[in-house]
């Protein structure tokens, strides 16, 4: 998902910074009074700018806000991946974690703790780079579409947003290069709760089996609270067979066949070559 993700923002950034490339020399209010248009449209291709087809004094700043705009996109998803990493580093789930060096020290207080620092750290700059956008925006509206109350908020802004979300990018490729993945660890988590992950193929299979939507789902759902309430000491298969309203439409043998999990990998090819098109 991030791949495809950051595929599209870059589409993004790339569109964006093509729209804020543009060049106005056309005079004090645009009109060409005392300057060749030729002029322009010279300078402009020296530049490898685009040229402004029609302006006041400035540039209009919808273009800006714009490519501001993208740029908060960007680091929003950036923080998006962090904080899933952050969510995966907990300590009752642990599927994923930042890589963590050896004399690292995870909290000053506790010895025993790794702390996803760099994630916490890019979750907090996202929310600069969205903050920057904002005054982006309110320069849109300038008095008789040319004044300069513009030029010092994008004096701040410009360097501020584009310097730290290239640091963000930097960042996260390390964090996403070193990042430790816990595969076994994630079985074990789908496992804890005794097979729940399986209710809904269950719930289709007994109407396909002939019960109505309504009663399948209260069959499944009165026996996978049994499992919730005893925080997965229970198996949501066991106690399905031992049901007669299931057993009597589902064997014991048809309803273990619902609880294989390779069932819901069986189009993970088609997505991997959806996303990344035979690249791998």
Known sequence: QAYAEFARNRDRLVAARAEVATCAI?????????????????????MGLTVEPISTQVIPRDRHAM????????????????????H????????????????????????????????????????MVRAYA????????LWHERDISHSSVERMIGPDATITLDFMLARLTGVVDKL??????????L????????????LLALTQAGVSRE???RLVQRNAMKVWELDGALSLLDLLQADPEVSAKLDDDALAELFDLGYHYKHVDTIFDRVFGGNL
């Open 26 to 46: 056309s005079g004090a209010v645009g009109t060409f009074a005392n300057i060749d248009p030729r002029v322009e449209a010279h300078v402009a291709a020296k």
């Open 67 to 86: 490519f501001f705009g993208v740029l908060a996109v960007i680091a929003s998803s950036v923080e998006r991946l962090a904080v899933e990493i952050r």
């Open 88 to 127: 995966l580093q907990r300590t009752e789930v642990l599927e994923a974690e930042e890589y963590f060096a050896p004399g690292q020290k995870g909290s000053s207080a506790m010895p025993h703790k790794r702390n996803p620092v760099l994630t916490e750290n890019l979750t907090g700059l996202a929310r």
């Open 134 to 141: 904002q005054p982006a925006f309110e320069n849109v509206a």
């Open 180 to 189: 430790l993945i816990y595969p076994d660890r994630m079985g074990r988590n």
């Open 191 to 202: 496992d804890r709760m005794g097979g729940l992950v399986h209710s809904q193929r269950v």
């Open 215 to 217: 009663d399948a789902y």
